[in-house]
Nanobody, 119 residues
Framework: QVQLVESGGGLVQAGGSLRLSCAAS????????MGWFRQAPGKEREFVAQ????????SYASSVKGRFTISRDNAKNTVYLQMNSLKPEDTAVYLC????????????WGQGTQVTVSS
């Protein structure tokens, strides 16, 4: 099992930046994908970004590509989401997730951290 704890959310003005952290414990390693999702009020949860724990291969949602960067620090078992040029529509609860490579569903979730972008 993988336990995930997010931190780093907050209130920021449009155009500003935030960095989210996701501390992972338990069974992690190169066999896992780590991801960030977000859910705004009244909307479905949506994919934001993911990274291969072992190789650092990344992918992004088109809505955040070029503004957000996902990275990981294997020594600290932590995944980051650097968010730049934030927009009011980025306001959501951001959740960290993990799954075994090639699994069809994300199986482990953090509790989420609130990001609010004011206009």
């Amino acid at each position: 099992q993988v336990q995930l704890v997010e931190s780093g959310g907050g209130l920021v003005q449009a155009g500003g930046s935030l960095r989210l952290s996701c501390a992972a414990s338990g069974r992690t390693g190169s066999s896992y994908l780590m991801g960030w999702f977000r859910q705004a009020p009244g909307k479905e949860r949506e994919f934001v970004a993911q990274i291969n724990w072992g190789g650092g291969i990344t992918s992004y949602a088109s809505s955040v590509k070029g503004r957000f960067t996902i990275s990981r620090d294997n020594a600290k078992n932590t995944v980051y989401l650097q968010m730049n040029s934030l927009k009011p529509e980025d306001t959501a609860v951001y959740l960290c997730a993990a799954k075994v490579l090639f699994a069809s569903t994300w199986t482990n979730w953090g509790q989420g951290t609130q990001v609010t972008v004011s206009s």
